[in-house]
């Protein structure tokens, strides 16, 4: 009897350290079908389709909804051009920026109900990574790439 609790002890702390091991953030949204990070105030969703949305974790807080592609750098930057506005909150109707966000590997974690944003509870895992926001700028009319569809990778 003691050796099968030693082998179910022993897979149990195997089969924990080989989940957690970090994985690409491209490789875990073509696993996983999407990725979800967040800042502690609001969460950025990359799908496997090359949308993207953001929102915040509370009831109010700035929204984007647009596209993403990889930047060709040396890690997995992730470029993304959409729409920003505020939920619970006045915004812009033309309020268009791209913003770079540089992605290390990571692992899953689930969430509990009570670590759900309010108005998103769908919501149930998120990617524990470093993220890093490399760039932030407004497009013009002349730059915006999402509205014909070019910004997300073939």
Partial sequence: MKSVILC???LAIFGNAYADEPILPLDAIN??????????????????DHSFSSGPLGLGGRTIEGQWRIIPKPNQSFEVEGKWSW???LSGNDDYRRVVFDIRPGTFEALGKTKRPEFNSELKEIFHCYCLIDE???????QKKTEQGAAANP
């Fill in 136 to 142: 932030l700028i407004p497009l013009d009319k002349s």
């Fill in 8 to 10: 179910f002890s022993i």
């Fill in 31 to 48: 696993s996983h079908g999407a990725i979800t990070i967040t800042d502690g105030s609001s969460f950025y969703t990359f799908r496997k």
């Fill in 87 to 89: 939920i619970n909150g």
